[in-house]
């Protein structure tokens, strides 16, 4: 079975909205537009009992787009802004308890890579730098990830440099319970005591090329059931706060290379 | 009163910069970038720079390429939507320079110590990273609990370099309403630096300052210099100047990283 | 969507306070007091409260008067230019509630730590007075230093009680600008408190609130309940909506402390 | 030898703003029209050298009424405003460097009580508080006391309650001296060495009174010479920054009672 970019991203953008609850308030880091749309996916299927928080503002009326506008460009369309030292504030206190977040790796702990590959004095990759990556599993009460391009590399046994630790890390003294789901171009896996979890398939892989890709023992259930496709509602939130698909553009094209083309 | 010692030009400032000192360069991404202020201090030949930014792009850029930097610590160097910032990556895989990753909260939580005059933050922020790990921070016991805390020590750069929209004679700053995504930082940058050199577009009266006095953001006694540098975030953004220049930055990644192409202030 | 369950009348909020609950008030000296909701309290006969406030004045005497109090803490109990709480001074000199006198960094850091999320703050503030010595704080080393720091445990008020210009009914709270002098310490302790009632003058649509966001000071998910008091501070300020009422608090001062003179809202 | 309410607060107000020095930034609290108008008189002295906070706004042109206005009428007046717990920054990061206190009572070590006379379960006197009295000695560089009644039980050898500790406190990691002097309707006293020092006596007053007056043993040279009058420059400043003498409600009326009128 074959997916093309948009079928990608409108899934993974509904599986993480479908994580999000009510009374969640989702901080949305720079330049992650699947993570934008989710939390504003979830924001409308919940009749606005979710707040979300990116770019210094809070709840921009208008979409994704518009909370990527210049501040002065938003008057009119969100309640106010947060300083963001508020922001941190806010995290610490678990004022903001979810946070969507893009790694380079997520390992079998859902330990977050978004620094390097091999040694810090001289890698062979540097990405851009985690931001909060390293901060916020210690912080919220929990933390999802996500990943475009499910492969063995993407996501190893081990990751080659523990940006953010993963579920279940030893030593955090409230309820923060780390990384405690990834959502993938081929499934929905949770972090479960420790393991990763096939929690659903999506329509267009199956249970062996999910294996095949992961560079780690799953849970991997036989009957793990398809991913939900987009219902009615979320394909009319999805339309109203991403009208321009901006989601599409965290996903590789061609998607997946060949890998995925035919399950 | 005598002619203001706070207005100089980008000479005379990058004249009081040292080998060797820690400069924390303002602006985020693509935002507020003193780039100006940065062409200055490469043209004035300093070395060994400690360079300390949250979130760097294109002065990064600049300084990597000039051959200027000893370390660079930031929570993100990349060029935001048009991607990795080519010079800084291949500095740091030919280990041209000491990369000194820092996770979000611990670099800010280091600011906020020297801002707030204490002697050390403690937050859980960053528990069980290797990024944090890198910096070797002590821990600390909460005396009340018994549990273990990060403690974060004051980061105290010896410069703050920072562009902003405009500042009278006596030094007193202001920034753009509604406010710009991270502009605190500048300011947090600014109280924990040991010195504070600020770029503008504008100049203007104090009475200027004062007809609007709920935007001042810096005040004169915490800057020690202002310089008038129209456009001198340029191609970054400065509000409610201009916006980033798209093209500009775009020229830049198809050259691959070629300083040159940013070279010169903002073309008018 | 359903109806806001945020709106709510001055009975309803007091009727969720419980006997023996911590409370922050609001405002400082003559600014910005939750007075109605004062009011509503003492209506509703809550008792043994602990009362936390960081400038207290005519709230602090409705509630002394009224026997509702089992300690007050505070940096500041009195009428400003009007001269000493007569009420509080008797209450204290009879013994009649618990005198935890604060100092303003104490009681504030306090606070600050539990807006910031932090397990304690270090400060040098305080470091020998009496004042500090009555909340027996622990210290704690600088594990850099070495030094000795006093270790501020984070305070979390059962609820802060607020009165403010005016909110949205999904709880957004804007307040007069430019700024009142000290509006900041009324944020802080709502972030601090588990649950936070805000009385305004005026309830606005959530347009009018986008409209100027750059005025929004608390957002709907941190406030619990809004309640319409307009004047509902009185006879302390609301800014912008009415100064100090002056002749108010002198006729209370000249009758030597009667509370009936402060018994209704404000006079239209 | 007499003095006024009005030469006894321009003489306080001169005197205090005399040890101000050009780079000082000044807090001043509530409710203190004389610290207020000693630090803008100190501002004008030193053409503008130095900077003073108050009420929330900063430098705020026009004097003491000006900065006791409301803040929505200081637009046009002052470069701006300066949220609360930005202050409490600036003085615990000795960006503020000085702040004048008008406590019930000073000791010989420099001790301050603003809070009460006798225990606290039941005391026979409770000031309004202290607000930052308890703090800002141990952090600001320097802390400069008054008081417009000098006698026994202002000055005694021993504070009834320590609200704010003294100079030379032991534990100060960074240069926080503490309270460095008190300004009297008397004299004016520097503490040096845990020692309270005559340094001059006001036009008024002499030595035997200064030393009755005084519960502790004063370091009192017999030649301590007078407090200089105002200058025709601070006289000039005081009109300025006072013209409707708000600095006079601080002094007792009348004066110093019974004990003062005559030397």
């Known amino acids: 079975m074959t997916a093309s970019r948009g079928e990608i991203a409108d899934l993974m953008v509904v599986a ?60 009119g369309l969100t309640p106010g802004f947060v300083p963001h030292l508020d922001s941190m504030d ?63 590399r993407s996501l190893p046994a081990q990751v080659d440099w523990i940006t953010g630790s993963g579920h279940g890390w030893a030593g955090n003294t409230r309820k923060a319970a780390g990384t405690v789901a990834v959502v993938t171009d081929l499934a929905v896996i949770e972090f479960v005591e420790r393991r990763g979890r096939v929690e659903s398939i999506h329509p267009w892989s199956d249970a062996s090329t999910v294996g095949e890709n992961t560079g780690f023992e799953l849970s991997l259930p036989e009957d793990a059931p398809p991913t939900p496709e987009p219902t009615p509602d979320e394909l009319e939130a999805l339309d109203l706060v991403d009208p321009r698909r901006r989601r599409d553009e965290e996903v590789p094209d061609p998607p997946g290379r060949d890998r995925r083309v035919t399950s | 009163m005598a002619p203001n010692p706070k207005l100089v030009d980008a000479f005379r400032a990058a004249e009081t910069v040292q080998d060797g000192d820690t400069l924390y360069f303002g602006g985020t991404v693509l935002d507020r970038k003193p780039m100006e202020l940065t062409r200055a201090l490469i043209r004035a030949g300093r070395r060994d720079l400690d360079v300390v930014t949250f979130a760097g792009s294109l002065e990064i850029e600049l300084l990597v390429a000039a ?60 528990t069980g990273s290797e990024t944090l790990a890198i910096h070797d921070f002590a821990s600390v016991a909460d005396p009340y609990s018994g549990d273990t805390y990060v403690a974060l020590p004051p980061l105290q750069p010896d410069i703050a370099l920072l562009h902003a929209w405009r500042a009278s004679p ?74 980033v220049d798209e093209g500009a930055i775009g020229a830049y990644v198809s050259s691959g990283g070629e300083p040159g192409t940013l070279d010169s202030a903002r073309p008018s």
């Open chain 2, 67 to 126: 051959g200027s930097v000893r370390s660079v610590a930031a929570a993100y160097v990349g060029l935001g939507r048009f991607g990795p910032a080519p010079r800084y990556v291949a500095g740091v895989k030919a280990g041209g320079f000491d990369d000194l990753e820092y996770s979000e909260w611990s670099l800010l939580g280091r600011l906020r110590a020297a801002s707030m005059g204490i002697p050390f933050l403690p937050t859980r922020a960053g």
């Open chain 1, 90 to 152: 806010m995290a610490e206190r678990q004022a903001m308890t979810l946070q969507f977040l893009r790694p380079a790796q997520v390992d079998r702990f859902g330990n977050l890579n978004t620094s390097r590959i091999g040694v810090r004095s001289a890698p062979t990759a540097r990405f851009s730098g985690g931001l909060a990556t390293a901060d916020v599993p210690a912080l919220l009460p929990r933390v999802i990830a996500y990943h475009p391009d499910h492969r063995p």
């Open chain 2, 170 to 243: 006596s030094g007193h700053v202001q920034m753009a309403s509604p406010p710009q995504h991270l502009w605190d930082i500048d300011v947090l940058a600014a109280r924990a630096a040991d010195r504070v050199i600020v770029g503008v577009d504008q100049i203007v009266s104090e009475e200027a300052i004062a007809s609007i006095p709920e935007r001042t953001r810096l005040f004169g006694f915490e800057v020690d210099m202002v310089v008038v540098l129209p456009g001198g975030s340029w191609p970054t953004s400065s509000p409610p100047e201009h916006d």
């Open chain 1, 16 to 75: 993480l909205a479908r994580m999000v609850v009510a009374g969640d308030v989702v901080g949305v880091g720079l330049g992650t537009p699947i993570a934008l749309a989710a939390a504003l996916v979830a924001r409308h299927t919940t009749r606005h009992g979710v707040h979300v928080l990116a770019g210094g503002a809070l709840d921009v009326s208008g979409g994704v787009e518009s909370h990527l506008r210049h501040s002065r460009d938003q008057r």
